[in-house]
């Protein structure tokens, strides 16, 4: 038998080790040596809040009354934490960038930083966490009544007896001191409570090796061996096939949902977390914590139910077996293991629940009624803290009450999955908003509103006892007697479980109105942005974000209200801070987009994303979502779409490239082969003068005997030749300005008749000499074109006297005519000459080309004549083609286009 | 345009699975077939199946957790190309 | 009796002054315009020595030099390759069929009477 003076003592020296060990923390913490503080093992151990009194001592229960089912409350969050990549690993990365300070905060910046979702949410958080503190209190004194009262002879007397309301309340009172003196020390919900991190994580040793030390006495102590101890098992707890039934399913999912909604272990798993890379250690290490401290649980219970008296109250085995078997050292060690489950839930839960009545229930009101004076600097800083210390201590006085009033009515018992219930309304909301853009604050809140109430009506009002709120009559009948509202049985499904029932009514309720809301009703801008930045948390680079939000406001009203609410040190270092990332390390920085998004981030993680967003909103003017932006950023696939069609551009720009590259090189060659194609034909051509001029210089040079004639006839020839060479070079000129010459030129309109006409006189003379027959064909008058006359010229007279020249036929005549059709007007010139081989036609408009070499005439001339005309022809716009005709005789067109009309 | 995933993508198709294939143990029907009266060495074969599982699920969790690659950045490309140049990333800002 | 040289080519100017040249050095020349008239005449009344420009109608100057060397009758008549592209790659294609001599436009009229005299030389 343990003294009450010794528990009293134990207890309170425990206590002192708490505070040390929290001092310690927060020291260290504060000298920048965070060291283990900040260790991956004291994150998991700190998320271990999970594990409360209701576990500790309430899983033996359970599994005394119910087998295995105690496991489902740790298989949920096992599951949640072997699939952190899934979710988890979302929810801490939009937390870290959004600087989220409580599931209220995450759930309202999602939807917009609708303050109303944020009270609702916490208004559900506090009705659910309530008897959950008073739980604790419960089992706290009962604890304290047990081993202090109880020997082993004295077991089953006195666990019934009613509570000791005084040892509550002072342990109550201890906590709030606790809670306030390191809960509260700064307004920075963000920051890290290294001090109750640090004794949290004690706490959770403590809890593991009561229960591992209890377990191993029991099995090894009392049953010698696992063996003896499920012989003694009795079938039904082990071997029941309902077991397996829709509560196995219904509670391992609450569970799941309870890790993540819980207020308190979204604080320790997301908001105290300082880096994302401990939740991989806590993916395998928290499942491993709760895989010990249930390995215990069954061997616990069967010892319980064989050896203690029939009668012993189940939830306190973990107690009374060390008591039985006279172990009150061990006794001691469970007591504390209890009592730190029990403290270390209620201090998390108040710091979670202070921050999010404060945050988002005192502050907007106090906005709103100018409670707060809004000139005193820090002001709204004191006013916040003082919140959220009496948040705590209402927090723990309502817990106290709901003990003190409800305490031994035995509805606490199962207070536990009812809170599961209430918290699990806001998975919805929660899923939804990560993985669905479309979710918005209707569906949000239509959903929560609607699954509270039916949570209320069919669980938590029902649970307080037959003699509160609900009277056995309605219960049993209905309200008014309308059976189809039975809360335990609503629309007639009455064969479930109440717990199973109640979820499936609020859940489902919940769900279906948040997806059909959401729906039905188009987000706001500002929905739609923070629905992007959530969804897309992974893929929306920081930068991007902070450029969506267009504001301006001055930095001077902005540094009043960082002065308001942080304080004028804290407002002092973050405007320097601002100055110098904006490259202005001695002046103030400027109030720009990213200045302002990031401002607000860090008023949020003080007074949460609402009340900063409300406040911002006071001095910021023309605040304007860049939807442009915001569509771009929004649909993953359309960016990913647009990924690939870029790649396939880029590809098909490569190809383009790559094709033009040897196409250029392909032109290249030719040009080169035609360049030296070209200087062997001017070689050539410049040559044949030169032999000439060459030869009979020499023999003028050499021989004195000629006679007159032929000394004059020989210096004709050389004249000849110099001036063939002159025109051949004139001509080279000529064909190179043609090609590559650039000045434009003047285009007037002209008859091309005249032209024509003149031509053909120049040309008679050549005829006649040649004596070949020059024939006017049909003509086309009155047309007019825009060119060069003399070109026009140039062209006729090369074509006529070209065909004039060699023509070998016997009776030789060269035909022109002129003709016009729709768009152009045309002249044909036509002559019964050997015409052009056909293997020459493609190559006659080349260079030094003489479509009519292989004739036997060999008639002075150079082969650029027909190249010059086909040049200055594209010149003018127009063509000049080789018509495709049979019989003898070459046929070539010349063809000009009337000009455009101007219009 | 096929190439063989990486063993990241595949170590992360792991990681989502994993909680799936753990709720399908743990849930019914699966978790039916161990109950009875079966025991080994004296421990009911339902008790073993149920601590086995959960044994085996942490051990996958910490062997992927400790193989799995650190998300990549935001501004990566979507996964399964062939590693483009950085600066041609998406998210391009718009000729405004 | 003087010797025969047979000038084919295409350039009036050019067969005027080298028939001069050769005539005044005492031999007896015939020319002709195109390739075909110049194997007709070989063929009628072998010449001691045929001046070929490669550049001619009808049949070119290489048509005609492998139709002399193919010829038993007429390959040991010497040819004399005469042309004004003056690439190396037509003298060696020429020297390969059989050509004697090879002379790029414009020459000297002492060159090519001393190639004559040196190919006709018994």
């Known amino acids: ?903 | ?96 | 009796m003087a010797t025969r040289v047979l000038i084919a080519e295409d350039e009036p100017h050019i067969v005027e002054s080298l028939s001069f040249v050769l005539q005044r050095e005492g031999f007896s020349v015939v020319s002709v315009l195109d390739g075909e008239a110049a194997l007709r005449h070989l063929r009628s009344d072998a010449p001691d020595l045929v001046i070929l420009d490669l550049m001619l109608p009808r049949m070119n100057g290489f048509e005609v030099l492998k139709a002399v060397k193919s010829d038993p009758a007429l390959r040991s008549v010497p040819v004399l390759i005469l042309t004004a592209k003056g690439q190396a790659q037509d003298r060696r294609m020429a020297e390969e069929i059989g050509a004697d001599s090879f002379m790029t436009k414009p020459f000297s009229n002492r060159d090519i009477v001393a190639q004559v005299h040196r190919l006709t030389a018994p």
């Open chain 1, 1 to 903: 038998m343990l003294s009450a003076n010794v528990v009293l003592v134990t207890a309170l020296l425990y206590v002192a080790l708490l505070f040390a060990v929290a001092f310690v923390g927060d020291r260290r913490a504060r000298t920048g040596r965070l060291g283990w503080l900040q260790s991956p093992l004291v994150y998991t151990l700190s998320i271990s809040v999970y594990c409360t009194s209701w576990t500790f001592y309430g899983a033996v229960g359970s599994a005394a009354r119910n087998g295995l089912e105690f496991a489902t409350i740790y298989i949920g969050p096992t599951l949640v934490f072997v699939g952190w990549w899934v979710l988890l690993r979302k929810i801490v990365r939009i937390a870290h960038t959004q600087g989220i300070t409580s599931i209220a905060d995450m759930i309202s910046s999602r939807y917009g930083k609708s303050a109303t979702l944020a009270a609702l949410v916490t208004l559900i958080a506090v009705v659910s966490t309530t008897p959950y503190i008073a739980l604790q209190l419960k089992a706290v004194a009962t604890s304290v009544q047990v081993i202090s009262n109880s020997g082993p002879d004295t077991l089953p007397g006195n666990v019934d007896a009613a509570p000791d309301f005084h040892v509550g309340f002072w342990i109550a009172v201890g906590m709030a001191v606790f809670t306030i003196l390191f809960g509260t020390r700064n307004i920075d919900a963000k920051e890290r409570h290294h001090g109750v991190v640090a004794a949290i994580a004690l706490e959770a040793v403590v809890k593991l090796v009561a229960l591992l030390v209890v377990g191993v006495m029991v099995v090894f102590g009392v049953a010698d061996g696992p063996e003896r101890i499920f012989a003694a098992a009795s079938p039904e707890i082990l071997h029941a096939q309902d077991a397996f039934g829709p509560r196995w399913v219904a509670v391992t999912f609450l569970s799941a949902a309870a890790v993540i909604c819980l207020p308190r272990q979204f604080q320790v798993t997301v908001v105290e977390n300082v880096d994302e890379g401990h939740l991989r250690t806590a993916a395998w290490l928290f499942p491993l914590y709760l895989f010990l401290l249930s390995l215990f649980v069954l061997p616990i219970a069967i010892a319980g139910v064989s050896y203690l008296p029939a009668g012993t109250d189940p939830d306190m085995f973990v107690l009374t077996l060390p008591i039985w078997a006279s172990r009150n050292d061990i006794a001691l060690l469970s007591f504390l293991g209890g009592f730190s489950a029990a403290t270390s839930m209620v201090i998390v839960a108040c710091i979670a629940l202070s921050t999010m009545i404060s945050n988002h229930i005192v502050m907007p009101v106090a906005l709103r009624l100018r409670w707060v004076s809004h000139s005193a600097s820090g002001e709204i800083r004191r006013f916040l803290l003082v919140s959220r210390r009496i948040s705590i201590c209402v927090m723990l006085l309502l817990g106290f009450l709901y003990f003190r009033f409800s305490g031994d009515s035995g509805a606490l018992a199962s207070i536990g999955l009812i809170a599961f219930v209430g918290v699990a309304q806001v998975l919805p909301s929660l899923l939804g908003g990560l993985f669905w853009r479309q979710a918005n604050v209707g569906g949000a809140l239509s959903g929560l509103v609607a699954g509270t109430l039916l949570w209320v009506y069919t669980l938590f009002l029902p649970s307080f006892g037959s003699d509160l709120i609900l009277s056995p009559q309605t219960l049993a009948a209905g309200p008014f007697g309308i059976e189809l509202l039975r809360p335990q049985a609503l629309f007639g499904l009455d064969n479930f479980d109440p717990l199973v029932h109640a979820m499936f009514w609020s859940l489902s309720v919940n769900t279906l109105l948040f997806v059909l809301v959401s729906l039905a009703r188009d987000a706001r801008p500002l929905e739609r942005l923070q629905g992007t930045l959530f969804v897309d948390v992974f893929r929306t680079p920081a930068a991007t974000a902070a450029g969506l939000l267009r504001r301006s406001a001055t930095t001077d009203d902005l540094r009043l209200l960082a002065q308001r609410i942080l304080g004028d040190d804290a407002a002092q270092r973050l405007f320097e801070q601002a100055a110098q990332q904006q490259g202005r390390a001695h002046a103030a920085p400027i109030a720009d987009d990213a200045f302002i998004t990031q401002f607000e981030r860090t008023l949020a993680g003080s007074i949460g994303g609402a009340s900063a967003h409300a406040m911002i909103s006071q001095v910021v003017t023309g605040e304007t979502i860049s939807l442009d932006a915001l569509v771009r950023i929004a649909d993953e696939t359309q960016r990913i779409r647009e990924y690939s069609h870029e790649l396939e551009v880029k590809s098909r720009e490569l190809e383009a490239t790559a094709r033009q590259l040897g196409e250029a090189n392909e032109r290249l060659r030719r040009l080169d082969v035609e360049k030296d194609h070209f200087l062997s034909q001017v070689s050539h051509e410049v040559r044949t003068p030169m032999t000439s001029i060459r030869s009979f210089s020499e023999i003028l040079l050499d021989d004195r005997r000629l006679d007159a004639a032929q000394r004059e006839r020989f210096l004709r020839i050389i004249h000849e030749e110099s001036v063939r060479l002159t025109r051949l070079l004139d001509s080279t000129l000529e064909l190179n300005l043609l090609e590559h010459g650039e000045t434009p030129w003047q285009q007037v309109p002209i008859d091309p008749e005249l032209a024509l006409d003149n031509s053909i006189g120049v040309c008679q003379v050549l005829a006649a000499g040649a004596r070949v027959r020059l024939i006017e064909g049909e003509r086309a008058r009155g047309a007019t074109v825009e060119g060069e006359a003399d070109r026009l010229s140039q062209v006729f007279i090369n074509l006529i006297s070209n065909a004039i020249k060699y023509n070998t036929s016997e009776a030789p005549w060269v035909r022109v005519s002129s003709r016009l059709d729709h768009a152009a007007y045309e002249v044909l010139i036509e002559d019964n000459g050997p015409g052009i081989r056909a293997d020459e036609r493609e190559l006659i408009f080349s260079k030094f080309r003489r479509g009519w070499a292989h004739t036997q005439t060999s008639t002075p001339g150079i082969g650029l004549g027909l190249a010059i005309s086909w040049q200055i022809m594209r010149r003018l716009g127009g063509s000049l083609t080789l018509v495709e005709r049979s019989g003898p005789g070459a046929c070539f067109k010349v063809r000009l286009p009337y000009p455009q009309p101007v219009t």
């Open chain 2, 1 to 96: 345009m096929k190439t063989p995933r990486p063993a990241s993508a595949r170590l992360r198709d792991a990681a989502m699975l994993l909680p799936a294939i753990g709720t399908f143990l743990f849930l019914p029907p699966a978790i039916t077939l161990f109950v009875g009266t079966g025991t080994l060495g004296g421990v009911p074969l339902i008790v073993l199946y149920l601590f086995g599982v959960w044994l085996v699920l942490i051990a996958c969790a910490a062997v992927l957790a400790r193989r799995l690659a650190d998300p990549p950045p935001a501004t990566d490309p979507p996964p399964a190309t062939d590693a483009p140049p950085s600066d041609e990333a998406p998210a391009r800002e718009p000729n405004a």
